[in-house]
């Protein structure tokens, strides 16, 4: 009786063993499993240039190229100015505003990509690029929007607002990210990077290539853990905002060009500017604005953006258009802090360590 009584004892853990095993291999994604989520959303595309967009060169992605030169002569907007895409509003929310409407902007559409370039075909300078429907239209899709979605709320929601005085909300990764999310926002930045990296000319991502380091982010799609060790983590600063707004403004950036992505895009219609006759449309509000270049680029749900934040940028309002967004950027404020304490032998104080999971992030 006691030996049976053991045997189903061990049986019992036998089973559980198995069940625990199974749920486990259920939950990690295998080896076949990364290949076809990596191909399907694009990261396996073959570089490009945009010399090879101007030769017309074959099977790579397709683009209007716009010829713009910068100027504050016909698109003069001040620093600190709301701008809006909606003249006809009584209640803008804000007191300095300027509307668009005023201005000769070119509106770049959301459902097509543009590179925008000054000079001549023979001498050019790579002024913005936007590419549409970025990890859009594959069975992976609806996941990654949800994922990036869950992200968005989780980082906005756990640490303070480090814009309270703007529209909407925006939290920083990289400076003052806490380790509760950390997992997640690696690894949803890394892929938006890796992403980027395909989706965007080569010759304009060459200037940050040699400044990166670290490895290892994980992406939690529909309860299957996505773990990819040896995959090159992203910039180490990154914003992450929800329904925010921002003025004209310039940033002190170290780097030429940032990166800004539109996770999803949701639009509250019951918004009084979004009802009657005269309602906006879906492609208005919430929109960035390059005021040097006199463009504008519609939002939606993939757009990927990559632009010049030492020239005067903003946002227009949103009038209930909530983008869930992430920008990666360089700003001086971090590597000139990073280099001060290097110079005094204190870096280590810079880049504190939590465990296996948060390595390399970075701490207030």
């Known amino acids: 009786m006691l030996h049976e009584q053991q045997l189903s004892v061990h049986l019992k853990h036998f089973i559980n063993h198995v069940k625990a095993r199974d749920s ?4 990690k994604a295998s080896h076949r499993q990364k290949r076809k989520m990596v191909s399907e959303l694009g990261i396996r595309a073959e570089p490009y240039t945009v010399q090879d967009v101007l030769d017309g060169k074959p099977e790579i992605p397709t683009f209007k190229v716009v010829w713009q030169e910068r100027t504050t002569k016909d698109h003069h907007i001040k620093a600190h100015f709301y701008m809006s895409e909606n003249g006809r509003s009584e209640d803008h929310g804000v007191s300095k505003l300027v509307d668009l409407d005023e201005y000769d902007m070119v ?20 002024e913005l690029v936007v590419v549409c429907g970025v990890g859009m239209g594959c069975a992976y899709s609806p996941s990654l929007t949800k994922f990036l979605h869950k992200a968005v709320d989780a980082a906005v929601n756990y640490r303070r607002n480090v814009w309270p005085t703007h ?10 990210m806490g380790p509760r999310h950390a997992r997640d926002i690696i690894g949803a930045v890394s892929l938006i990077w890796s992403i980027a990296q395909a ?3 080569k010759d304009a991502l060459q200037v940050i290539y040699d400044h990166l380091s670290s490895s290892g982010l994980t992406l939690h799609f529909d309860g299957v853990n996505y773990f990819f060790p040896h995959t090159k983590r992203a910039p180490p600063e990154v914003y992450i905002s929800r329904a925010y707004g921002a003025p004209a403004h310039w940033d002190r950036s170290h780097y030429q060009y940032a990166i800004a992505y539109i996770a999803d895009r949701i639009i509250d219609f019951s ?3 979004r009802q009657g006759q005269h309602a906006l449309t879906c492609n208005a509000g919430g929109n960035y604005v390059n005021v040097e270049l006199g463009t504008v680029v519609e939002s939606a749900p993939g757009t990927l953006i990559l632009f010049q934040p030492r020239q005067r940028h903003g946002t227009t309002l949103s009038y209930c258009a909530c983008n869930y967004g992430y920008a990666i950027t360089f700003s001086r404020r971090l590597i000139d802090g990073y280099r001060e304490l290097l110079d005094e032998a204190k870096a280590e104080y810079f880049i504190k360590p939590m465990d296996s999971n948060e390595e390399g992030v970075v701490y207030e």
């Open 107 to 126: 509106r770049l559409a959301a459902d097509q990509s543009y590179i925008v370039l000054a000079g001549s075909p023979e001498a050019y300078t790579i």
């Open 199 to 201: 989706a965007l000319p």
């Open 271 to 273: 918004h009084q500017d």
């Open 24 to 27: 486990q291999s259920k939950s």
């Open 167 to 176: 529209v909407g909300v925006m939290n920083q990764a990289g400076l003052n």
